[in-house]
């Protein structure tokens, strides 16, 4: 093997997707509610983004940011439009979406704050990527260590309240980064209360808010965009996971007053948005955008969310089922690994969160039918790993 060991790979192996499904060497078909980590949206093999790549893909795929690329301001448009931000910056992943608004947080705090040592807050059980900045201001112990000397200007509030934000607060502070749901955390969405609180403290204490999109984006929740449901306006946010379907892109949008910021010079990537990436976000960007779309995504996150509560409840071993939109977690009382694994047998995929949460992320375009079969084989699942944990006991009881 020449690959660094860096992750723990299941030995399945897809060869091909369509919809919401992967068949396997042996044509097995799994139903897929991992969606790649939340990237699928649209479903494997969308015939409109097919087109779409495969018509650039013979016509041009890379001229770099030195020249004008007209597809790159339609997607802007279509994303200023639908978050009501100003500006957007192209990039590649949620990482260096992540990086540019900590970049942009920390030159706003210079020049319009007078802040001399710029300081970010995140929050413990948060997510933010795998470079050295992100990592640092990543909430998750175990993404850092060993990474040490990490970068100045991050402080990590331990929950996701103002009493906590304050306490770490300081004259440099100058913006405040969250996940509105906390994915790889484990599925946590954030108290509507707090966001409220957050927001006003941010205004009355000249601090920014930047909120990471990259998992929530897109979609995900039911809105273009989580903070949407909260009637809230960030200064930043991040994209990357659902933007490209599986392209690699990122965006980092804000607002008009720190546009120009990013003068001439101050930020730059070589790949970001270039233009196969462009055509096929186009193509998401107009398909999210047609008529009942997101709608369609917010019903079936209800019901998704409603009939998973109320089949899971008679069973102990499930704590929580919690989530927005299509972003579904399901805390269980020990380790997910065995369930996830038994639910891969059975022919649905499904991914870990945290340590004791299955988290379901189905394509936005998933059927009725087909989350009523993804309830029956989860509740199934749950009840034979309930049934065995009672024998063992029992066992254990007996010997
Ligand atoms: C996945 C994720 C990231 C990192 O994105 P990459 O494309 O892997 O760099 C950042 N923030 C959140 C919330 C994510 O879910």
Same mark, same amino acid.
């Given at each position: 093997m020449s690959l660094f060991p860096n992750y723990q790979r299941d030995s399945l192996t897809f060869v091909k997707g369509r919809g919401s499904y992967l068949y396997d060497q042996s044509g097995k078909k799994y139903l897929d509610f991992g969606s790649g980590i939340g990237v699928t949206n649209l479903g494997h093999a969308h015939p409109k983004l097919v087109q779409s790549l495969q018509q650039q893909a013979a016509s041009l795929w890379h001229t770099s940011n030195l020249f004008t690329q007209p597809a790159q301001e339609e997607v802007a448009n279509l994303l200023t439009q639908a978050s009501q931000l100003d500006a957007v910056f192209f990039c590649n992943s949620g990482? &260096?979406?992540n990086e540019a608004a900590f970049k942009l947080a920390r030159k706003w705090g210079h *020049?319009?704050?007078? #802040? !001399? &040592?710029? *300081? #970010?807050? !995140?929050?413990?059980?948060?997510f933010h990527g795998r470079t050295i900045a992100t990592l640092t201001a990543t909430g998750q112990e175990k993404v850092k260590k060993g990474f040490s000397p990490l970068p100045a200007g991050f402080v990590i509030a331990p929950e996701l309240s103002l009493y906590a934000v304050e306490k770490v607060q300081s004259p440099q502070t100058v913006a405040v980064c969250l996940e509105l749901v906390q994915g790889e955390g484990g599925v946590y969405p954030v108290p509507a209360t707090f966001i409220g609180q957050l927001v006003a403290w941010c205004q009355a204490n000249q601090i920014l808010l930047i909120i990471d999109e990259v998992q929530t984006g897109m979609g995900r929740t039911g809105e273009w965009f989580a903070f949407q449901h909260y009637g809230v306006k960030p200064?930043?946010? !991040? =994209?990357a996971k659902g933007m490209g379907n599986g392209f690699p892109i990122g965006a980092m949008l804000a607002t008009s007053e720190l546009k120009d910021l990013f003068s001439p010079g101050s930020h730059g990537t070589t790949f970001g948005g270039n233009p196969l990436a462009m055509a096929v976000?186009?193509?998401?960007? *107009? =398909?999210?955008? *047609?008529?009942?779309f997101l709608e369609q995504v917010k019903k079936k996150g209800q019901m998704l969310l409603a009939h998973l509560a109320q089949s899971l409840h008679p069973l102990q071993i499930v704590r929580e089922v919690r989530g927005l939109g299509f972003m579904i977690g399901i805390e269980l009382s020990h380790p997910a690994t065995d369930a996830i694994s038994a639910l891969r047998c059975k022919g649905l995929i499904a991914l870990p969160a945290g340590d004791r949460v299955i988290r379901l992320l189905p394509p936005l375009i998933v059927t009725i039918d087909e989350l009523k079969k993804a309830v029956d084989l989860i509740y199934q699942t749950l009840s034979v790993e309930e049934e065995m944990g009672e024998n063992d006991a029992k066992l254990e009881i007996s010997e």
């Open positions: 990482a &260096e979406a *020049e319009v704050k007078g #802040v !001399t &040592e710029p *300081e #970010v807050i !995140t929050f413990s059980r948060s200064d930043i946010i !991040t =994209l976000a186009k193509g998401v960007c *107009e =398909l999210l955008q *047609e008529p009942s």
